[in-house]
């Protein structure tokens, strides 16, 4: 801690300065009274005299409450400006991603709350301005879509093959255009506190890959599911599937003709993406869980957002997204009170094994 | 087929016409919801397509009362809104299904038909997907013009996924249709049928139209 302009210091300084003042004063006080009113009685004991009275009277008094007031009110302070420390602290602690976050005021004294109160406005207007920047991105997403469909079927009375690649590139501008609307949708949510509900992973695995199979299949791709568990974890299902979806799509642009993306459920509250693919390492993940961080995100391209967004995804449910190169694995890992239950299997056949086919 | 397409972009709402006339489907174009009901007043229509955002009212709200007055032609909902939860809301207002923009024209054809298919509204009694063809009422399947004898269970499994053409039906869904609830069956017994369908199909000369996606279920895709 620095002295220089620590309140603390400035305190303690004022405190002594003006004992010390006080002192020198009593003790030009006594010496002055003691000339004019005690003057005869006290001529005869001489000079010695004098010193010993206010030695007795004067400097052991002062010194008796000096020596306690100096050595106390260093702590007083200390202790009056310990909710400061406390408020920055809480302040401090209020760093978390998710928006909505204001500091406590419970317990802080009078002049803190100023202080406090004004971080806290501040987040607020902070929270409305990410607010109305969601709304628009949103709202620029729409207001796309209808002119690239336009653009789309005009293309479609074309064959010639410039045609070809403006489909190639709407096709990855369509993405791009999906994946800043999912970013803005899962921003507004973090905001709305929106509620969660429960969500079966082997459910979502299924309707993801019965969506998807039928692209898999028409790009002479194979998609597979194994359920290997039932775990339910709290959160979003719509934006778990849009993760699940983003990994799988991401796996069958590496996977090779005729090889499959098999998707995984389980064990324990987690959704894994397997492909014959290289596999990705710690660091090539972090490099494209960071893609929309960074201050290039226009040239990230269409499929550059999908691991930063699956990532938020993840981040927003408590998990964590980790890959496996050994086994060229992408899991989707959930932590969450809800991953213990299991739900029941909804129509078994005779058979009690729900497992794979 | 007749079709009713509920947008109130015009340039959109033409090519999309334009483009689905090409595929066999006649268009008219209504470009909001007053002009819905008017059409919907003047003529019968097989199938609607419907644009959310529309200028005089809110399409969900209106899909909600048009479901309430009995009318059964399917809808299939077309929004800019394709993220999240929207899609959900669509399909509990009563939308039969839900594309989000842009498309692929041909993938909205291709579920348009798929809806056309689905039991219900105006049943045609030949389905029929390329050169495989399934006769409803007679209950006789052909492939390429050459007769499949199918057992019971091979024609109620064919019958279904032919409906659900390009789309994967779940293993769930299949035993849920082909054995009633009293019915015991292994846990193998779809698969058996399915093999001895694909198996007839191929010998008729149809290789890769029926597909299994392992761990869901099976695809029946239009053969190339």
């Known amino acids: 801690m620095t002295r220089r302009g620590s309140i603390a210091w400035t305190l303690i300084l004022g405190f002594v300065l003006t004992g010390l003042a006080a002192a020198a004063l009593l003790l030009f006080v006594v010496a002055f009274d003691f000339d004019h009113v005690f003057d005869s009685h006290y001529r005869q004991k001489g000079l010695t005299g004098?010193?010993?009275e206010i030695g007795d009277h004067v400097i052991v008094p002062l010194v008796v409450l000096l020596v306690p007031m100096i050595t106390a009110v260093p702590w007083v302070i200390r202790r009056a400006l310990a909710p400061l420390t406390l408020a920055a602290r809480r302040i401090n602690a209020a760093n978390h991603p998710d928006r909505g976050i204001r500091v406590d005021l419970a317990g802080l004294p009078k002049e803190a709350v100023v202080f406090v109160t004004a971080v806290n406005d501040l987040l607020g207007r902070l929270d409305e301005a990410a607010v109305r920047q969601e709304a628009f991105a949103a709202d620029v997403a729409h207001e796309l879509k209808t002119p690239l469909a336009i653009l789309g079927m005009t293309l479609d009375r074309d064959d010639g093959p410039l045609a070809d690649e403006i489909r190639a590139e709407l096709g990855a501008m369509?993405?791009?255009?999906?994946?800043?609307?999912?970013?803005?949708?899962?921003?507004?949510?973090?905001?709305?506190?929106?509620?969660?509900?429960?969500v079966p992973l082997a459910d979502v695995a299924l309707e993801v890959c019965s969506r998807l199979a039928p692209l898999a299949l028409a790009a002479g791709k194979d998609l597979a599911l194994e359920i290997l568990d039932r775990p339910v974890v709290a959160g979003r299902r719509e934006a778990v599937a849009a993760a699940l979806r983003n990994l799988v799509e991401n796996a069958q642009r590496f996977v090779p003709e005729g090889q499959a993306v098999v998707i995984l459920v389980g064990p324990g509250p987690q959704l894994r993406v397997r492909d014959e693919g290289p596999g990705l390492t710690r660091?090539?993940?972090d490099v494209l869980q960071r893609r929309h961080e960074r201050a290039d995100r226009a040239s990230a391209g269409g499929a550059g957002l999908g691991m930063a967004i699956v990532s938020r995804i993840m981040e927003a449910h408590g998990g964590a997204l980790e890959t496996d190169p050994k086994l060229r694995e992408l899991r989707l890992v959930f932590k969450g009170p809800m991953s213990a239950h299991r739900v029941p299997n909804s129509r078994s056949p005779a058979s009690p094994s729900p497992g794979t086919m | 087929m007749r079709l009713l397409i509920i947008d109130d972009n015009p340039r959109l709402a033409t090519l999309l016409a334009e483009r689905l006339a090409t595929r066999g489907f006649a268009c008219d174009i209504a470009p909001g919801l007053e002009a819905a009901e008017q059409a919907l007043g003047s003529a019968s229509y097989d199938l609607l397509v419907l644009d959310l955002g529309l200028p005089d009212g809110d399409g969900l709200e209106w899909l909600k009362t048009y479901r309430a007055r009995d009318l059964h032609?399917?809808?299939?909902?077309?929004?800019?809104?394709?993220?999240?939860?929207?899609?959900?809301?669509?399909?509990?207002?009563?939308?039969d299904d839900y594309m989000s923009k842009p498309f692929e024209t041909d993938e909205l054809a291709a579920r348009l038909r798929a809806l056309m298919r689905r039991p219900g509204s105006r049943d045609s009694p030949v389905l029929k997907v390329g050169p495989l063809e399934f006769d409803v009422a007679g209950r006789r399947g052909r492939f390429g013009g050459q007769s499949l004898e199918l057992t019971r269970r091979e024609a109620d499994l064919l019958e279904l996924l032919l409906r659900r053409v390009g789309a994967v039906t779940s293993r769930a869904m299949i035993e849920e249709r082909l054995y009633s609830f009293d019915e015991t069956f292994t846990p193998n017994a779809v698969e058996a049928v399915v093999s001895r369908l694909r198996r007839k199909i191929e010998e008729a000369g149809g290789t890769g139209v029926l597909h299994t996606v392992r761990g869901v279920g099976y695809l029946l895709r239009e053969p190339l």
């Open chain 1, 283 to 285: 660091e090539q993940l």
């Open chain 1, 50 to 52: 004098l010193a010993y």
């Open chain 2, 73 to 95: 032609a399917p809808v299939l909902v077309l929004t800019a809104r394709g993220a999240l939860g929207d899609r959900v809301a669509g399909l509990d207002a009563g939308a």
């Open chain 1, 174 to 198: 369509n993405r791009l255009v999906d994946q800043l609307l999912l970013l803005a949708q899962l921003d507004a949510d973090s905001v709305s506190h929106a509620p969660r509900e429960a």
